[in-house]
């Protein structure tokens, strides 16, 4: 099988911003309790900190970290989770369930933040709360002091303002499973006035009003709009998530979905921009895709979403990922690379135990389950810009079954390019090619032409393929699938050559002669 790529270093999709490189941390399971923070393990610092997944984390590369929420910041009062641990009322999480102890909360989250050097973003809670808990939290943050607010936070400790730049206004306000959810015109009208009143407080803040909480949502769209026309003034970015699945057992549809999340990024600009036309605005509203992965296995089975008994930090959402599962999040990745002109943060939901890349024993190791790969790779040679491709490949059609919803759905994908590519020219001058190879049996042969370069040698390249899609990592054999190094490449001048194993995700990266 054959494929080409063209790509001109002058012809840019756009500027990648660091923040499509963003994971997400929920009290949810073991998340929080037992992932990032567990007191009393080997590894633990003065906070509580797990210096072993603070490791892997760096090594992960994330750039924004999105909290507390999720469902669970529906009915969150963050009050609960400052000041002395003792006095901090313990409560039920009607998200989730469980008990939740408020151990953890802002502050601990900006001080992990900062241990973890990523940039923290915070969701508010439009559910239970609304407008004035939003507007409480920004000032006890962000307001240096010398107000109640500011005061306390640092009686609290914090002397510094913690400067969080990025806000979500509540989250999945559309689904009947969230706390308060509500209609897009309630929804619209709340999250104007919380903006409102939270730029008020500090103007340098970026917000995001939550979209539809799925493409397969039956508002989906009309959500958008309205939602859109209530805060288009007040926010810069929307929200955007997807999880995709393999309920149905059909592993060409599976890594064919990833291509459904181009398409529901192309339908989020053009309701964004008709927003705009109808007001003859010159703004352009960015997509903020703050959760997105594979996830399938413990979402529609209570058992596994759902402990009995109301216990603390149960482990529930611990999704074992595949190889396989490894494959379609690498197409994720090349679908947010694509539309970095528009996608300008994107959250890998989550980062520690829950739907997650690092995996921990509480009291135990950390491991770096399948899909740990594809995300560092991305992070650490995904900067710079995203060129447009043009791209030649054979391809095969499938039909992706999306259950989530009022009904069980079947999305057609008529043409699935075995190949799907992104291209980056990286800000040291050099270029990365992102490949993943969609035939499960047959090698791709893949011609590229990247002019504009120059002479270019290879930096760096790996592959992540395993003879069984099955595959998974564990606490045993934590490292049964790893990238190999990948040798199946050359490079003359502009054009290189390189071979795809079937089923597999590549990734090369190529320098200027220094
Ligand atoms: O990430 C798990 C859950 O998925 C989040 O809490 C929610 O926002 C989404 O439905």
């Known amino acids: 099988m054959k494929a080409s790529i063209l790509a001109d270093r002058d012809f840019a999709i756009g500027d990648i911003d660091p923040r499509l490189f963003g994971a997400f941390i929920e009290h949810l399971g073991r998340c929080v309790y037992g992932g990032i923070f567990e007191p009393g393990h080997p590894t633990a610092d003065e906070n509580g900190f797990r210096k072993d997944v603070l490791d892997l984390v760096k090594e992960l590369g994330p750039t924004i970290m999105r909290y507390p929420g999720g469902n669970f910041v529906s009915g969150y009062n963050w009050e609960d ?199 003859r605005s010159p703004k352009r509203i960015a997509l903020s895709f703050d959760e997105w ?93 995203s060129l447009r491709t043009s791209i030649k490949s054979p391809s095969y059609s499938a039909s992706y079954f999306d259950p989530r919803g009022p009904q069980d759905l079947y999305y057609p994908v008529p043409s699935v390019p075995y190949l799907k590519a992104s291209v980056v020219a990286n800000d040291d001058g050099g270029l990365t090619v992102f490949a993943l190879n969609r035939h499960l049996t047959e090698p791709l042969s893949l011609d590229l032409e990247v002019r504009g370069f120059g002479d270019l040698g290879l930096a760096a390249a790996e592959t992540l393929h395993h003879r069984d899609l099955s595959a998974v990592n564990d606490k045993e054999n934590p490292d049964r699938i790893k990238p190999d190094r990948f040798d199946d490449v050359t490079v003359s001048s502009s054009r290189i050559e390189m071979t795809l194993p079937p089923a597999s995700w590549t990734v090369c990266h190529f320098a200027r002669p220094k």
């Not at 240096?144 to 509540?170: I, N, Q």
């Not at 508002?219 to 999880?243: A, C, M, N, P, R």
């Open 81 to 279: 989770g400052v000041g002395p641990v003792e006095e901090r009322p313990t409560r039920l999480d009607l998200a989730w369930f469980t008990t939740e102890p408020n151990t953890f909360g802002t502050n601990e989250f900006i001080d992990w933040c900062r241990a973890a050097e990523v940039e923290p973003m915070l969701a508010v809670n439009l559910g239970t709360r609304g407008a004035d808990a939003a507007r409480s939290l920004v000032e006890y943050c962000n307001h240096p002091g010398g107000t109640a607010l500011s005061d306390l936070r640092r009686e609290h400790g914090w002397e510094k303002p913690h400067g969080v730049k990025f806000w979500c206004l509540g989250n999945e306000m559309d689904g009947p499973w969230q706390m308060e959810s509500k209609t897009a015109t309630e929804y619209g009208r709340v999250a104007y006035e919380a903006a409102k009143m939270m730029r008020w407080i500090d103007p340098k803040i970026e917000l995001a009003a939550c979209g539809s909480s799925g493409r397969n949502m039956p508002t989906f769209g009309k959500w958008e709009d309205e939602v859109l026309e209530h805060t288009f003034d007040q926010v810069g970015f929307i929200s955007l998530h997807t999880y995709l699945n393999n309920y149905a057992k059909d592993t060409p549809a599976f890594l064919a979905s990833p291509d459904l999340m181009d398409a529901f990024i192309d339908e989020v600009v053009a309701i964004a921009d008709a927003v705009a036309a109808k007001r």
């Open 293 to 385: 992965n594979v996830w399938y296995r413990t979402r529609r089975n209570r058992q596994e979403r759902v402990k009995e008994g109301w216990p603390v930090a149960p482990p529930i959402l611990e999704e074992i990922y595949t190889m396989e599962d490894a494959l379609v999040f690498g197409g994720a990745c090349i679908s947010l690379l694509n539309h970095a002109d528009r996608v300008k943060c994107a959250c890998l939901a989550q980062l520690v135990n829950v739907i997650a890349p690092i995996m921990t024993e509480t009291g135990g190791p950390a491991w770096r389950q399948t899909i740990f790969y594809p995300f560092a790779q991305m992070s650490r040679y995904g900067r710079g810009r």
